[in-house]
T-cell receptor, first 115, second 110 residues
Framework: NAGVTQTPKFRVLKTGQSMTLLCAQD?????MYWYRQDPGMGLRLIHYSVGEGTTAKGEVPDGYNVSRLKKQNFLLGLESAAPSQTSVYFCASSYLGGFRYRELFFGEGSRLTVL | DAKTTQPPSMDCAEGRAANLPCNHS???????VYWYRQIHSQGPQYIIHGLKNNETNEMASLIITEDRKSSTLILPHATLRDTAVYYC???????????FGTGTRLTVIP
C-alpha cells in the first residue's frame, strides 16, 4: 500500500518549458488536491477534484491545468513555466470532502525549480 | 472564511507536554477543527480533528473551548521527533479547501 505517490520528486525547468506532475493514490479516494508551498509559507490550494472526470480551481490556479481521467491519478500541468512557479508541490487525497470530516493523505512532494 | 491564528514558534522540553494554542474566532457551527503537522520538508501528516467535544487519539489530545473560538493541541510527552510545524485548520467556505496558514514551529529541546 503505497498511499500517495508523486513523480517526479525533483525537476529543473527553463522559463517557457512545459511539464506534468503525476499524482497517484491507491486508496480509492474520491477527492484529490494539488497544493504548492513556498518558503516560509503554508500550503496553498491550486486545483482539486471531487471525482473522476471533474476538476475545480483552488486559491492559486493561474498558470496551471489539471486532469483527472482516472480515479487514482491527478495530473498537474505547467504549460509555460515561469520562475514564480518555483515551489514544492504536494498532492493529497481524501475519502470524503465537503462539510464532513476528512483526513488528507499527502505525498512526499515534488520540488520544482524554474530558471 | 474561517481562519486561524497561531503563534509562529514555541519551544518544549523533551518529555514535557507541548500545548499548542489556536484561535479560530470566526468558525462556523458545522466546521471541523483539524490539526496537521509537517516534519521538515515532508508532506503534512494528519494528527487529530474535532467539532465540539474534546478528542484524544494515540498521537495527541484536542481541547476545544465551549464557544469553539479557540482550541489547544496537546502532545502529552514531547519527543525530539515531534519537532515540526503544526497547522491548525478549519474549512473555508465552499468546504473543499483546508486552509493551511503558516502554523507554529515547535522545537523540542533535549
Amino acid at each position: 500500500n503505497a498511499g500517495v505517490t508523486q513523480t517526479p520528486k525533483f525537476r529543473v525547468l527553463k522559463t517557457g518549458q512545459s511539464m506534468t506532475l503525476l499524482c497517484a493514490q491507491d486508496m480509492n479516494h474520491e477527492y484529490m488536491y494539488w497544493y504548492r508551498q513556498d518558503p516560509g509559507m503554508g500550503l496553498r490550494l491550486i486545483h482539486y477534484s471531487v471525482g473522476e472526470g471533474t476538476t475545480a480551481k483552488g486559491e492559486v490556479p493561474d498558470g496551471y491545468n489539471v486532469s483527472r481521467l482516472k480515479k487514482q491519478n491527478f495530473l498537474l500541468g505547467l504549460e509555460s513555466a515561469a520562475p514564480s512557479q518555483t515551489s514544492v508541490y504536494f498532492c493529497a487525497s481524501s475519502y470524503l470532502g465537503g462539510f464532513r470530516y476528512r483526513e488528507l493523505f499527502f505525498g512526499e512532494g515534488s520540488r520544482l525549480t524554474v530558471l | 472564511d474561517a481562519k486561524t491564528t497561531q503563534p509562529p514558534s514555541m519551544d518544549c522540553a523533551e518529555g514535557r507536554a507541548a500545548n499548542l494554542p489556536c484561535n479560530h474566532s470566526t468558525i462556523s457551527g458545522n466546521e471541523y477543527v483539524y490539526w496537521y503537522r509537517q516534519i521538515h520538508s515532508q508532506g503534512p501528516q494528519y494528527i487529530i480533528h474535532g467539532l465540539k467535544n474534546n478528542e484524544t487519539n494515540e498521537m495527541a489530545s484536542l481541547i476545544i473551548t465551549e464557544d469553539r473560538k479557540s482550541s489547544t493541541l496537546i502532545l502529552p510527552h514531547a519527543t525530539l521527533r515531534d519537532t515540526a510545524v503544526y497547522y491548525c485548520i478549519v474549512e473555508s467556505t465552499g468546504a473543499n479547501n483546508l486552509f493551511f496558514g503558516t502554523g507554529t514551529r515547535l522545537t523540542v529541546i533535549p
